[in-house]
């Protein structure tokens, strides 16, 4: 069975960090494009960041709103993605999903939330 | 950037209706168009890939047309377990969603 759970979540102050983790089983993580969805309150999805395979490079890529202050990462050998979020702003604020892409987001995460505000 | 456009944001509708939903680009995204469907509290689901690609488990209720800018999905005929909030999403550069389209019971 596929399972994307991430943890990390929770309320910041604006300006600070955050570090999200999605542990990931029942496929083969080495060879999957992993990527970060958000949701904001108001339920607009977001495309937020994309980590290859090694075969690609590991190449990333990032939406706008959040290049320069959002890595992703993985670790293979942990079968675990990564988002390190910095400079955080307000409207950052919402649910985080981690998801595989092959052909479409196939397989998704139960989200987690994160909270901006002061 | 490519911008999606969805519409209607909301839909009112009954059991055995036959709905559409569209999706406009702001550029040729060669075909390259995905269709999700949500209910509260839960996570995306895959409904189409690529336009007109039924994803398995899926109902044929469910389909999918269009071309160059402008991509629609349909259901045939809706069923109670259908009234959801759908998205579109592009993946020719990068990755879009559209807004997404409300469908409530009448």
């Known amino acids: 069975e596929v399972q994307l759970v991430e943890t990390g979540g929770g309320l910041v102050q604006p300006g600070k960090s955050l570090k999200l983790t999605c542990a990931t089983s029942?496929?083969?993580?080495?060879?999957?494009?992993m990527h970060w969805v958000r949701q904001s309150p108001e339920k607009q999805l977001e495309w937020v960041a994309q980590?290859?395979?090694?075969?690609?490079?590991?190449?990333?890529y990032y939406a706008e709103s959040v290049k320069g202050r959002f890595t992703i990462s993985r670790d293979d050998s942990k079968s675990s993605v990564y988002l390190q979020m910095n400079s955080l702003k307000e409207e950052d604020t919402a649910i985080y999903y981690c998801?595989?892409?092959?052909?479409?987001?196939?397989?998704w995460g139960q989200g987690v939330m994160v909270t901006v505000s002061s | 950037d490519i911008q999606m456009t969805q519409s209607p944001s909301f839909l009112s509708a009954s059991v055995g209706d036959r709905v559409t939903i569209n999706c406009k680009a702001s550029?040729?995204?060669?075909?390259?168009l995905n269709w999700y469907q949500q209910k509260l509290g839960e996570a995306p689901k895959r409904l189409i890939y690529?336009?007109?690609n039924l994803q398995t488990g899926i109902p044929s209720r469910f389909s999918g047309s269009g071309s160059g800018t402008d991509y629609t999905l349909t259901i045939s005929s809706l069923q109670p377990e259908d009234f959801a909030t759908y998205f579109c999403?592009?993946?020719?550069?990068?990755?879009?969603f559209g807004a997404g389209t409300k469908l409530e019971l009448k």
């Open positions: 998801t595989r892409f092959n052909y479409y987001f196939d397989y």
């Open positions: 029942g496929f083969t993580f080495s060879n999957a494009w």
């Open positions: 980590i290859k395979a090694k075969s690609n490079n590991y190449a990333t």
């Open positions: 550029q040729n995204i060669n075909k390259y």
């Open positions: 690529n336009t007109n």
């Open positions: 999403l592009q993946h020719n550069s990068l990755y879009t």
